[in-house]
């Protein structure tokens, strides 16, 4: 293998090395950009789930249904604003990244693994508060 070879082997792992690396950082912005759709359906979702305990607090036969079933979505609505505010001040951070030493950068990457928790027990309790929902309405 003679110099020039090398030397075109040596570019061309570097390019694929690039083309890695850019691909990873889309994969990251996607992968937020996701949890924030999913994030966005579950505040919709979790008002449709506050109408409707308004609604079925109002029309139970004999008012069976207790007023403070209210708190339950309530509740999940605060799981998921709180799930926001980390998701806000992860960006926040990561906009100030050039300022930050290396044990703020370390305690930020467990940050993120927590989020990444946070939203998916939000996923989780808002399917427990629509089961718990749909069984409060079949036995009103």
Avoid: C
């Avoid at 693994?113 to 089961?131: K, Q």
Wanted: charged content about 25%; overall charge neutral.
């Amino acid at each position: 293998m003679t110099n020039e070879e090398f030397e075109e082997i040596q570019k061309e792992q570097i390019r694929i090395d690039n083309s890695f690396k850019k691909t990873e950082e889309e994969g990251i912005k996607n992968l937020l950009k996701y949890f924030d759709r999913i994030h966005d359906k579950l505040f919709s979702f979790n008002n449709i789930l506050i109408a409707g305990y308004f609604a079925l607090i109002k029309i139970a036969p004999d008012h069976r249904i207790s007023a403070y079933r209210i708190l339950i979505p309530l509740a999940n609505l605060l799981i998921l604003l709180y799930i926001e505010w980390k998701m806000m001040e992860k960006s926040r951070f990561e906009a100030d990244i050039m300022n930050k030493n290396s044990g703020d950068i370390a305690k930020h990457g467990k940050g993120i693994r927590n989020t990444n928790l946070y939203s998916f027990s939000a996923i989780l309790s808002t399917l427990v508060v629509t089961a718990y929902f749909v069984w409060d309405l079949t036995h009103s």
